[in-house]
C-alpha cells in the first residue's frame, strides 16, 4: 500500500500516544498502521509540516542523556533512590533487527528478574501490536528491582526548575511513557514474579544547570486512557478492506492519486492534529473547504446541537433555516440577536 | 466559548476577516510601551540567543549572543538587557502622587490615615506571545538569584551589576502578569484575542502572524490565505518567510543558516586564540568580528518580522476607544509597580524560590477576586460583552414601565420604590435576587420581587437614594428609562483601591518575611 520502493516506518511511542489521543481518526491509523511515512506524504499533497528538531536540541538531549547515563549508571540509580546498588547488572541488549533486539529485551528482563538482582536496561527495545500492526519502542531505560518491580526511565532536557517542570512537557512525557508501561506489561505478564510500576521516573535537568534531577510521576489515568483509546482502534484491514481498489500511498504517483487515496479514508480532524500529526495541514484544509466547525475546535460541536457546518450554523442564527424550537437554534438567534444589538449600540455597524 | 463568540469565529471564516469581539480596548496601552521580542537557544533553559528591544519602533536595540554556550558572553548579553530595562523601568519610579489610605498604627492599633507615594505611570513591557511571558518568567527566575562580585565577593561565576536586579523585576511583571486584567506585562496576541475573533482556533491564534493576518489582511487577500502563508510559506532555502514570534527559533533556522554560522565563529575563535603574536591575533580579531555581524544579522532577520507585528498590534488595539473602567485596572497595575519599587529600595532580598502557603493562598484568591471584577468590568464597559452576560442570563436590559413609590417597614421609614421593567431579555431570577445597575459610575442595588406576565417583572430599589425619607433627586429611574442590571456586582473588591495583598510592602507590614535565599548552584560548565 506505500508502494514497493518505500520501506515501512514502525510506529514509536510518540506516535502511539498521539494515535491515541485521536482514535476516532481512521485515516491516520491506517496510514501508521501501513507504515507511511506521513510527512513526505503531506510533502506530496502540497501541505508539508514543519518538521525536524533543532540541532542544538539534539545536541543537547543526548549529552543530556549520556550525563545521566554515566558513572555506569551509579547516578541514574541514585535518583530512583538507590544509594548503593552492589552489583548492578547491566547486560547488553544488542541483536540483529528489531524483532531480535525486543526477544533480547525480553530475555534480559526475565533473567533479571529470577536473578533478583538490580539490573539496568540501557535502550531496550519493546514490541507492541497496535490495531493490527506491530510497533517497536525504545524507552530510555528500564529499571529491573530485585523484588521484581520493572521501572521505566524518561530521560528529558526539559528543565525541572524548583521542582516542578512545564506542566504540558511533563502531561507528553507522561503519555509517550505509559505507552512503553503498556508494552512492558505484556512481556510482565509471560515473566513470573514480575510487576511493572505504575508510576516511571522523569528524569530531568535541575534548575538552569546540567545536574539531573528526577521526579516520580504516576501514570495510571495516561495509562488507562491509553489503554481505551488503542482497543478503540479500528483494526487496520478493516479500514484498509474498504479502500477503493487499487487505492495506494506510494510516494512515487502522482499527487492526484494521492490525494484520492487519501480522502477515500475518513479523518477526523481538530486543531489538536497541529501539534501532533504530520497530516495536520492537509486535513484542516479539507475540514475548512467542507465548512466543518470541528477545525475551530473539538468543543464545538457539543454547544452547536446537531450542527456541524459553520454556514448550517450561520443560516440557523440568521433564521434562515432550522426548527426555533430546537432549542440550540433558538439560542443561536438569540446569542446572533444579542450580539448584532450590541454591535449596532457600539456604532460598529 | 460561547455561543457569542463561537457566532463571531464563524462569520469570521465566511467574510475571510476577523470580526469584533469587543467594542472597547479592554486593557492599558502605555504611550511608550517597551517592546521585547526575545529568541532563546533550542533545548537550553534560560540560554538566551538574542533579542529586539526598545520604545522607538524605528530604533529597536539589537542585542545577540554568538555562542550562547559561552557563559561570558550569555552575561553580557544579560548585562545589556539590564542596561536596556532597567533606566526605562526606573524613570517612571520618581514620578510619583500622594495618596491618603487607611492603615492601622503599629503602637496604638488604632485605624489611621496616611500618605503614601503612588508612581503616577507605570512602565508596561509588550511581548509577542504567551512563550514571550513564560520566557520573561524564565530569564527573571535564572538572574534573581545570581550574585554580583559586589554581593559576594568569592562567587565562582559572578553576574554583572545589575543582572540580579533585572531578575527581580522581570520575575515581578511575570507574576503580575498572571493577574486578570492587568497591563504591566502584555503578549500582543493576547491583546488581539481579546478583541478580535478570527476564523481560526484558539490555538491557531497564538501565531502572531497568523494573528494578525485574520485581523489585518492585505486587500482582496482572505484572512485564511494570509495566514496559511505566515504559518508555513518557505523561501528557497527552506526559511520561514514569517519567522515564529519566538522564543523558540524555526530548527530549519537553526541547522541550515544559525548552527554553520555559530561553527564559523567558533573556528575563527580558536585561531583568535591561538594566535602567535599580536599581528595575527589583530587579523583573527577583525574575522572574528564579522564572523559575529553574520550571527547578529541572521537573528535580525529571525526577530525583525515580529517586531514589526507587536508595533502592528498595538497600532490596532488603539484605534480601539479605551473601555471606561480600564484606568481603574492600571491604577492597581500602578501599585503594584510602586510596591515592587519599594520593595527594592528597602533593600529585601528577591523573591523566593516557591511561594509559601500563605502567600500562594492569597495570591489565589487575589486572582480570583481580579478574574470576577475584570469580568464584571468589561461587560459594564462594553454592550457586546454585556450581551455575553445577557445570553447567560446574568444581565438584562430593558426599560422602565412604571415606578410605585413605597417604604421600608421601619421607625424610620426609608424609600423603596417599586420599579415595573419590560426586558427581552430572560436573566436567572429567583425570590429577592439583587441585582445591580451603574448610577454615576458606582453600583445601585435592588432585588427581584416578581414577574408581571412574560417579559415584565417587578424590582425593589434599596440603596443609594439618600438618607431623607424622600429620594435624592435623580436616584430614581423614571418611567421610560432604559436600564441594563446586572445579577452580579461591579465592584467586587468595594472600598478604596488597596494595592493587592502581595503587593503590601514590607514597610507595611508586608508579606511574610522570606530570608535571603541562597544563589543557585553553579557548575563549571551550566550548559551541554
Ligand atoms: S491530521 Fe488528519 S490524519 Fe492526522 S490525526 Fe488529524 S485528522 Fe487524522
Not at chain 1, 525536524?52 to 543530556?64: D, K, L, P, V
Not at chain 2, 538587557?81 to 526605562?88: E, F, H, M, Q
Amino acid at each position: 500500500m506505500r508502494g514497493p520502493a518505500a520501506r515501512p516506518r514502525p510506529l514509536d511511542a510518540r506516535a502511539l500516544a498521539a494515535l491515541a489521543a485521536n482514535p476516532g481518526c481512521k485515516r491516520r491509523a491506517l496510514l501508521d498502521g501501513a507504515g507511511v511515512d506521513k510527512g513526505a506524504l503531506a510533502a506530496a499533497l502540497g501541505s508539508p509540516m514543519a518538521s525536524g528538531q533543532s540541532q542544538f536540541a539534539f545536541m543537547r538531549g543526548n549529552a543530556f542523556e549520556a550525563r545521566v547515563k554515566s558513572d555506569g549508571g551509579a547516578e541514574l540509580m541514585r535518583l530512583l533512590g538507590v544509594a548503593d546498588p552492589t552489583g548492578l547488572q547491566l547486560p547488553d541488549l544488542s541483536a540483529a533487527g528489531p524483532d531480535g533486539r525486543a526477544a533480547r529485551t525480553a530475555l534480559a528482563l526475565r533473567e533479571a528478574t529470577t536473578a533478583k538482582e538490580w539490573t539496568l536496561l540501557d535502550h531496550p527495545m519493546l514490541a507492541l501490536e497496535v490495531a493490527g500492526s506491530p510497533a517497536y519502542l525504545e524507552p530510555d531505560a528500564v529499571v529491573v528491582h530485585p523484588d521484581g518491580q520493572w521501572t521505566v526511565v524518561e530521560i528529558k532536557s526539559f528543565p525541572m526548575i524548583d521542582a516542578s517542570a512545564d506542566a504540558a512537557k511533563v502531561g507528553a512525557a507522561a503519555r509517550q511513557a505509559a505507552v512503553y508501561v503498556l508494552a512492558l506489561e505484556q512481556v510482565a505478564a509471560r515473566t513470573e514474579g514480575a510487576q511493572v510500576a505504575q508510576s516511571v521516573l522523569l528524569v530531568c535537568p535541575k534548575d538552569f544547570s546540567n545536574l539531573p534531577t528526577a521526579s516520580v510521576v504516576d501514570v495510571r489515568k495516561q495509562l488507562s486512557v491509553t489503554r481505551r483509546q488503542l482497543s478503540r482502534l479500528t483494526r487496520v484491514e478493516d479500514i484498509a478492506a474498504t479502500l477503493p481498489q487499487g487505492a495506494t500511498f506510494d510516494l512515487e504517483r502522482s499527487g492526484d492519486e494521492l490525494m484520492a487515496a487519501v480522502d477515500s479514508v475518513s479523518a477526523a480532524y481538530a486543531p489538536d492534529c497541529l501539534a501532533a500529526c504530520e497530516m495536520a495541514f492537509h486535513c484542516r484544509a479539507a475540514a475548512r473547504t467542507d465548512g466543518d466547525i470541528s477545525a475551530l475546535g473539538r468543543s464545538l460541536r457539543g454547544e452547536l446541537g446537531g450542527l456541524t457546518t459553520g454556514s448550517a450554523v450561520l443560516a440557523a442564527a440568521r433564521g434562515e433555516a432550522g426548527d426555533p424550537r430546537d432549542p440550540a437554534v433558538a439560542a443561536l438567534r438569540r446569542a446572533a440577536a444579542l450580539r448584532a444589538g450590541a454591535l449596532e449600540a457600539a456604532g460598529c455597524r | 466559548m460561547s455561543l457569542i463568540t463561537t457566532l463571531a469565529r464563524l462569520e469570521a471564516v465566511e467574510s475571510g476577516r476577523a470580526s469584533p469581539l469587543a467594542t472597547v480596548r479592554h486593557r492599558q496601552l502605555s504611550e511608550h510601551p517597551l517592546v521585547l521580542v526575545p529568541l532563546t537557544t533550542a533545548g537550553e533553559a534560560g540560554a538566551p540567543l538574542g533579542a529586539l528591544i526598545g520604545t522607538d519602533r524605528q530604533q529597536p536595540r539589537l542585542l545577540t549572543v554568538a555562542q550562547p554556550r559561552d557563559r561570558e558572553l550569555r552575561f553580557a548579553f544579560l548585562a545589556e538587557l539590564a542596561d536596556a530595562v532597567l533606566p526605562y523601568l526606573e524613570a517612571y519610579g520618581d514620578d510619583v502622587e500622594l495618596v491618603e489610605r487607611n492603615a492601622t498604627d503599629a503602637e496604638s492599633g488604632k485605624r489611621i490615615k496616611e500618605e503614601v507615594e503612588l508612581c503616577a505611570d507605570a512602565p508596561q513591557l509588550i511581548v509577542p506571545g504567551r512563550a514571550g511571558i513564560d520566557f520573561v518568567r524564565l530569564l527573571g527566575r535564572s538572574m534573581r538569584f545570581r550574585r554580583t562580585v559586589e554581593q559576594d565577593p568569592d562567587a565562582a561565576y559572578p553576574a554583572p551589576p545589575h543582572v540580579p536586579l533585572l531578575g527581580r523585576w522581570l520575575t515581578h511583571y511575570g507574576e503580575r502578569a498572571r493577574v486578570p486584567g492587568s497591563s504591566l506585562l502584555l503578549a500582543a496576541t493576547d491583546l488581539l484575542n481579546r478583541h478580535w475573533a478570527t476564523g481560526q482556533s484558539s490555538l491557531e491564534d497564538q501565531h502572531l502572524g497568523a494573528l494578525l493576518a485574520w485581523i489585518d489582511p492585505a486587500e482582496g487577500e482572505s484572512g485564511a490565505q494570509a495566514a496559511l502563508r505566515a504559518e508555513s510559506y518557505r523561501d528557497p532555502r527552506g526559511q520561514l518567510v514569517c519567522p515564529p514570534a519566538g522564543p523558540a527559533t524555526d530548527p530549519a533556522f537553526d541547522n541550515r543558516l544559525l548552527a554553520p554560522a555559530v561553527e564559523a565563529y567558533d573556528r575563527v575563535r580558536q585561531r583568535w586564540q591561538a594566535a602567535q603574536d599580536g599581528d595575527e591575533a589583530d587579523s583573527w580579531m577583525g574575522e572574528l568580528a564579522i564572523a559575529e555581524r553574520e550571527i547578529r544579522r541572521l537573528l535580525r532577520t529571525q526577530m525583525e518580522p515580529t517586531w514589526h507585528s507587536v508595533w502592528r498590534a498595538i497600532d490596532l488595539a488603539r484605534e480601539l476607544p479605551e473601555g471606561a473602567r480600564v484606568a481603574d485596572r492600571w491604577t492597581r497595575d500602578r501599585w503594584s509597580f510602586t510596591a515592587h519599587r519599594d520593595r527594592v529600595r528597602a533593600g529585601e532580598p528577591p523573591q523566593p524560590r516557591r511561594d509559601d502557603a500563605v502567600t500562594a493562598a492569597r495570591k489565589l484568591a487575589s486572582r480570583e477576586t481580579a478574574q470576577a471584577q475584570l469580568e464584571a468590568q468589561e461587560a459594564l464597559d462594553d454592550p457586546l460583552v454585556l450581551a455575553g452576560r445577557r445570553l447567560s442570563g446574568e444581565a438584562f436590559i430593558g426599560e422602565v414601565t412604571d415606578v410605585v413609590m413605597a417604604w421600608s417597614e421601619s421607625k424610620r421609614p426609608a424609600p423603596r420604590p417599586l420599579l415595573t421593567f419590560h426586558t427581552d431579555d430572560r436573566p436567572h431570577l429567583g425570590e429577592r435576587t439583587k441585582v445591580y445597575r451603574s448610577l454615576d459610575g458606582k453600583p445601585q442595588s435592588a432585588e427581584f420581587v416578581r414577574y408581571e406576565t412574560d417579559g415584565v417583572l417587578v424590582l425593589r430599589l434599596t440603596d443609594r437614594m439618600g438618607r431623607a425619607k424622600d429620594p435624592a433627586e435623580g436616584s430614581v429611574p423614571e418611567k421610560g428609562d432604559r436600564i441594563a442590571w446586572t445579577l452580579f456586582e461591579h465592584d467586587q473588591r468595594g472600598g478604596p483601591k488597596l494595592p493587592d495583598p502581595e503587593e503590601t510592602p514590607w514597610t507595611h507590614g508586608g508579606p511574610p518575611g522570606t530570608d535571603a535565599e541562597s544563589p543557585d548552584l553553579i557548575t563549571p560548565e551550566d550548559l551541554l
